[in-house]
T-cell receptor
Framework: GAVVSQHPSWVICKSGTSVKIECRSL??????MFWYRQFPKQSLMLMAT?????????EQGVEKDKFLINHASLTLSTLTVTSAHPEDSSFYIC?????????????FGPGTRLLVL | KQEVTQIPAALSVPEGENLVLNCSFT??????LQWFRQDPGKGLTSLLL?????REQTSGRLNASLDKSSGRSTLYIAASQPGDSATYLC???????????FGTGTRLQVFP
């Protein structure tokens, strides 16, 4: 299957700082990537859809000014958590959509664990 | 709006049992449905993907079925093993939303 990487795999930061997470599709091009957030013992919640060359589409309740998404190329999307606070501590997972003919699927990255002190 | 639910929320069984995990979705116009496994503190491992035109997929001891008319998918695990212990998530992608929506998950424990 296709490979999606995330960097860093974990990060600890002080409250008020900004953190950037990278999501890369290593062996295919993805015009669409997705960012999810998962709190402990909960399921994945979609935060936003990242579209190459255009603005991201955010889900209801997700602050676009706090979670900045940039999809500058067909293989890279970045999520920046600005002015992070302890309540932003979570597991962030990205996925990249692979399309072939009439079939498509999402391949997921290994996740980034963020801890804000 | 697509909503995905899974039952049971948790399951604890002895080794060797055959298991059925259930997933229900409200929007039957789905593009595909996936089953994932997630170990504690880890990312997702894709288990099975069922396209809209398919009714089931099999991989080893795992079999997943899809019934769009009733809005259900079932993951069948044969001869369960302690190594199967994990959280199992189903996720449906529908034509109407073009998004993958995850279910609530089933936490499985298989004891020796």
């Amino acid at each position: 299957g296709a490979v999606v990487s995330q960097h860093p795999s974990w990060v600890i930061c002080k409250s008020g700082t900004s953190v950037k997470i990278e999501c890369r599709s290593l062996d295919f091009q993805a015009t669409t990537m997705f960012w999810y957030r998962q709190f402990p013992k909960q399921s994945l919640m979609l935060m936003a859809t990242s579209n190459e060359g255009s603005k991201a589409t955010y889900e209801q309740g997700v602050e676009k000014d706090k979670f900045l998404i940039n999809h500058a190329s067909l293989t890279l999307s970045t999520l920046t958590v600005t002015s992070a606070h302890p309540e932003d501590s979570s597991f962030y997972i990205c996925s990249a959509r692979w399309t072939s003919g009439s079939e498509e699927t999402q391949y997921f990255g290994p996740g980034t664990r963020l801890l804000v002190l | 709006k697509q909503e995905v639910t899974q039952i049971p929320a948790a399951l604890s069984v002895p080794e060797g049992e055959n298991l059925v995990l259930n997933c229900s979705f409200t929007d039957s116009a789905i593009y595909n449905l996936q089953w994932f496994r997630q170990d504690p503190g880890k990312g997702l491992t894709s288990l099975l993907l069922i396209q809209s035109s398919q009714r089931e997929q099999t991989s080893g001891r795992l079999n997943a079925s899809l019934d769009k008319s009733s809005g259900r998918s079932t993951l069948y695990i044969a001869a369960s093993q302690p190594g199967d212990s994990a959280t199992y998530l189903c996720a449906a992608e529908s034509y109407n939303t073009d998004k993958l929506i995850f279910g609530t998950g089933t936490r499985l424990q298989v004891f020796p």
